[in-house]
């Protein structure tokens, strides 16, 4: 029996050492396959759709980053595909101030503030893009209406100009000399930009009345670099000193004594460079560019304070002239005023002007060459109309006396509950 059952476990074990050996082949020859499956795989060429799809791709990474043409052309909102646009220079509050830094509360005011510091951003990217592009092709023997052309131009491409949306915040400002602002060429005006010419180019941006104002002077001959310099530098301490519960006469003591410690030698005469007594920085509103409060440029100004949240334009002016400066030349420059309420008018002309002056500026600033490329014609009549009724206010050329000259820079800021952003801040100044 013994023997028997031994016989039987040996025909079970048999049995089962067959089974697991079949079993096993299986195994073997199902992984031969299931590797020969995957080999055809890795072999097989991609498909069509597979292909496609890499090429998407490819062309989504390309867009994401597009770059400028030159001359530019892409709006800038297509170079910064995100909607965020680059913060200007930061420079910290100082003294009793300087809690405001790490301050969560104020922090918290910022990020509410956001869309009004895109926008203004927006348009200092603009700024900065013209201006890179109209430096590199200035030169001797421009026309004058051809420069301010072009400059336009180009705003309105790359802020892609949108009605009272997006668009130039007021006319290119070309002061030649002893000009020192409110000067652009009226149409048919012929005038040359000369080697010995100390130009100041002055002009501004604004998405949504947000304005960026900022101007920067040109001169070809090396002898007038003090005379930048001095504007250049007096404009930096007056960023420097401006901040929130500073006294507006505090800023203007500190930028003439940057100003005045400027000497210039032109065609061997040393001028002192002196400050313009009688023109200011400005706060800045939306679509109000002078908004009620003046930056001084000299010692003895208003007590008022700077507060937080505000928007300034600091422009200082250095001439080898008296330093004061009287309306003067054919007038360019009108605004209407932003307080001018319902005034009744007679004329019609006046009527049908005030109504395109409405829709294309409201209370931004426009120049005669504006109102030429609206096919307004025949207006000078209706214009005069709406000054003398108060509703529009002319902005004659300022200058110094005859044959001096002045340098201008300019840059606008805000006063952001933590910090001092220096928006239009360029490599270039």
């Not at 990474?61 to 913060?87: A, C, H, N, R, Y």
């Not at 003895?300 to 600091?314: N, S």
């Not at 400066?325 to 932003?338: A, I, P, Q, W």
């Not at 004659?396 to 800021?413: A, R």
Request: aromatic share 8%; glycine share 8%.
């Amino acid at each position: 029996m013994a023997k028997e059952e031994n016989m039987k476990n040996g025909v079970l074990v048999e049995e089962g050492a067959s089974a697991l050996a079949d079993g096993k082949q299986e195994a073997s020859n199902l992984q031969k396959d299931v590797e020969e499956k995957v080999d055809g795989l890795v072999l097989e060429e991609p498909t069509e759709a597979a292909k496609k799809k890499k090429k998407k791709n490819k062309s989504k990474k390309k867009k994401e980053l597009p770059v400028q043409t030159d001359p530019p052309s892409i709006p800038i909102q297509e170079l910064f595909p995100s909607g965020d646009f680059p913060e200007g220079e930061i420079q910290q509050y100082k003294d009793d101030n300087l809690w405001r830094t790490t301050s969560e509360e104020k922090r918290e005011l910022e990020r509410l503030e956001k869309p009004i510091y895109n926008s203004v951003r927006q348009a200092a990217e603009v700024h900065r893009q013209v201006r890179k592009y109209i430096r590199s092709i200035l030169k001797p023997g421009m026309l004058m209406t051809d420069l301010c052309e072009t400059l336009e131009n180009t705003v309105r491409k790359l802020i892609a100009e949108n009605g009272l949306q997006a668009g130039i915040a007021f006319p290119t400002g070309c002061s030649l000399n002893w000009v020192a602002a409110h000067w652009t060429p009226n149409s048919g005006d012929k005038t040359v930009l000369q080697y010995d010419d100390v130009m100041k180019l002055d002009f501004g941006t604004h998405i949504n009345g947000h304005i960026v104002d900022c101007a920067f002077t040109v001169a070809f001959n090396p002898m007038f670099d003090p005379l930048l310099a001095a504007s250049r530098e007096a404009t930096n301490t007056g960023i420097k000193e401006a901040g929130i519960d500073v006294r507006l006469c505090d800023v203007g003591a500190a930028i003439q004594e940057v100003m005045e410690s400027y000497e210039v030698e032109i065609n061997g005469k040393v001028f002192q460079v002196k400050s313009i007594r009688n023109l200011n920085g400005h706060s800045i509103g939306p679509y109000q560019i002078h908004a009620g409060k003046s930056v001084p440029i000299v010692k003895g100004g208003e007590q008022t304070k700077m507060e937080e949240g505000e928007f300034y334009a600091i422009e200082t002016f250095g001439s080898t002239g008296k330093g004061y400066v009287r309306e003067d030349l054919e007038c360019s420059h009108y605004m209407k005023n932003f307080d001018a309420g319902h005034i009744p008018l007679r004329l019609p002309r006046a009527k049908q002007l005030l109504a395109t002056i409405n829709k294309n500026f409201s209370t931004l600033a426009f120049c005669r060459r504006y109102l030429d490329r609206l096919g307004e014609t025949k207006y000078l009549m209706a214009l005069k109309n709406l000054c003398d009724a108060g509703i529009v206010q002319p902005y004659p050329p300022l200058c110094d006396l005859k044959g001096s000259y002045v340098s201008q820079f300019e840059h606008t800021i805000l006063l952001r509950p933590t910090c001092k952003e220096v928006v239009s801040r360029g490599d270039d100044y």
